[in-house]
Structure formats: C-alpha cells, structure tokens
C-alpha cells in the first residue's frame, strides 16, 4: 500500500470512569488523497435498485425480522 497510515482509538471517559470510544468528525477537505478520485457532480443514483425519491425499510438492509430498528437521524 502506498499510503499507510497509524490507526489510533479515541477514548474518552465519562464521570463514572467508563472509557467510551469517541468518533470525530472531519471536512471533505481534511481527508488526504480525496482529489485524486475525481467527482462528477453526480450523486447516487440508485439503492438497491430504487431510484427517484425513496425510503428505505428495514428489509433494504436485511433487518426485517429482527428486532433491530432503525430511525431517521438526519437529512443532507
């Protein structure tokens, strides 16, 4: 691999002294080598073979009968 990078966890500990992994956010532009894939100005155009305006259900992601939920966390 051309590029290796160090993984490092961020940890962060709470009142009661549990440890919980933290998970930052960054820019488009902070991630290195982004440019060299190119962008088309194009967005999806279709999942799982929906296209247009969709929702997507439990079954999309195999979840179906399982008593994992899943919830709307936000629009882009």
């Known amino acids: 691999m051309a590029h290796e990078v160090e ?3 961020v940890m962060e500990t709470d009142e009661s002294g ?5 998970f ?6 902070a991630i290195l080598g982004l440019e060299k894939f190119g ?3 194009v967005g999806v155009t279709s999942i799982n073979g929906k296209t247009g305006d969709i929702t997507l259900t439990a079954k999309d992601f195999g979840v179906a009968e399982s008593k994992i939920t899943i919830e709307k966390v936000g629009v882009v």
């Open 24 to 29: 930052p956010e960054t820019h488009v532009s």
């Open 18 to 22: 549990v440890q919980r992994q933290v």
């Open 7 to 9: 993984v490092k966890k």
């Open 39 to 41: 962008s088309s100005g």
